[in-house]
């Protein structure tokens, strides 16, 4: 090792006066290949499955030094809405559906707030699958919905709610196993291959970072991310690669809030359309990940998410709302004084990106100045 040097010249063009480090030739290192590649031997999956894949997962954690400077603690977000169809989603749909097509599925099948509906819309499209999906009527953000048409799968809008939808899928599924051999698989949360494939983010972060952050913070809506999450820390302590657990801090949106509130909720009401759930699949994992971890579940008004949401853009990160419920419930109790984080790490899994839900920011925000096209005009702006 070490002794061959890139020269300079064949580096990036550098600025004049600026002296440029010779770099050192490192191993060419195989190229990334998605996250079961990555993370199979921790992986339940059938022997010799072939992965479906679209390059998911090795999202950046990055670092966000003015919210944490107000919090007191070194803050990361893990960018999710980095994977290939802008939500963490992915990396559950890559186990899912290397699954169903392993097992000789001819159709797949979910009932979505939207992410899931793009993300299975996209890998089954890659794996030569059809694809139907069900949405709660016009309570599908735009980008979301817009995804999974574009990538080829069927939309069915259910005049109900989400919670409404999956009962539907279930039944149908629960038929196809029992009548026709389980042609069509179940691609929800309820999919125990979907959780599987989530719990490689938790592996990314100690991976990243050497350890567990102190505190995971995320937002809860049917609560298989949380379930994925606290999975996969566990057993990384088992396997020796971790010492300490992180304390999991799950955030609702204050009007769907069931676990908050300590029974179902009928009409769930929010802004942030990806956790509008009343009745989640895996509520009871949720909780036991939250008590068992020393943790807690608390609920955020959508004002206070959608605050949030513009926080988290001002350091560069454009989130969709949803995303935005876990830093602002953990903002808010602080500054409460019912949490304190301070001088420790805190990881928020930023679950999805802005450009699923741009309504979500245009109809709040003032149309752009419009000015004639003279240059006195924009220097009154600009000054
Ligand atoms: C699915 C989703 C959630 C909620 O995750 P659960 O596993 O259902 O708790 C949060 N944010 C975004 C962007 C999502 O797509």
């Not at 919905?145 to 939808?165: E, K």
């Not at 039944?171 to 051999?181: F, I, K, N």
């Amino acid at each position: 090792m070490g002794a061959l040097f890139l020269s300079a010249s064949a580096a990036a063009p550098c600025l004049p006066g600026e002296k440029l480090e010779p770099m050192p030739a490192e191993a060419p290192t195989a190229p990334y290949q998605g996250v079961i590649a990555r993370y199979r031997a921790h992986l339940r999956l059938p022997e010799g499955a072939a992965p479906v894949t679209l390059l998911e997962g090795n999202t950046p954690l990055i670092p966000a030094p003015r919210l944490g400077a107000q919090l007191g603690c070194e803050l990361y977000l893990k960018f999710e809405g980095l994977n290939p169809t802008g939500s963490f989603k992915d990396r559950g749909m890559t186990m899912a559906m290397t699954v169903a097509a392993a097992q000789g599925a001819k159709s797949v099948i979910c009932a979505s707030t939207g992410n899931t509906a793009a993300s299975a819309a996209a890998y089954a499209a890659r794996a030569g699958l059809k694809c139907f999906v069900l949405i709660p009527e016009g309570k599908v953000a735009a980008g979301k919905l817009a995804g999974a048409l574009a990538y080829g799968a069927q939309v069915l809008q259910v005049q109900g709610s989400f919670d409404d939808a999956l009962s539907l899928v279930r039944q149908l599924t629960d038929r196809s196993d029992r009548e026709a051999g389980g042609r069509i698989a179940l691609v929800n949360s309820v999919n125990p291959h979907r959780v599987e494939g989530q719990k490689t983010g938790a592996f990314e972060i100690v991976d990243a970072l050497g350890r567990a952050p102190d505190w995971l913070c995320l937002p809860v809506g049917n609560a298989g991310n949380i379930t994925a999450y606290w999975r996969g820390f566990r057993e990384y302590q088992k396997l020796g690669r971790v010492t300490k657990l992180p304390r999991m801090f799950g955030v609702q949106a204050a009007g769907a809030a069931p676990l908050v509130l300590g029974h179902p909720v009928d009409y769930p009401e929010t802004v942030a359309t990806a956790i509008r759930i009343g009745r989640p699949a895996r509520g009871e994992e949720a909780l036991t990940a939250a008590e068992e971890s020393g943790g807690q579940i608390v609920a955020a008004p959508d004002m206070t998410i959608m605050a949030m949401q513009h926080r988290l853009a001002l350091e560069g990160v454009w989130c969709e709302p949803a995303s935005a419920a876990g830093p602002a419930g953990l903002l808010q109790e602080a500054q409460a004084g019912r949490l304190d984080v301070s001088g420790q790490t805190v990881v928020c899994i930023v679950t999805g990106h802005g450009l699923k839900d741009p309504d979500a920011v245009t109809a709040r925000m003032a149309p752009p100045l419009v000015i004639p096209p003279n240059l006195d005009a924009l220097e009154a702006v600009v000054g």
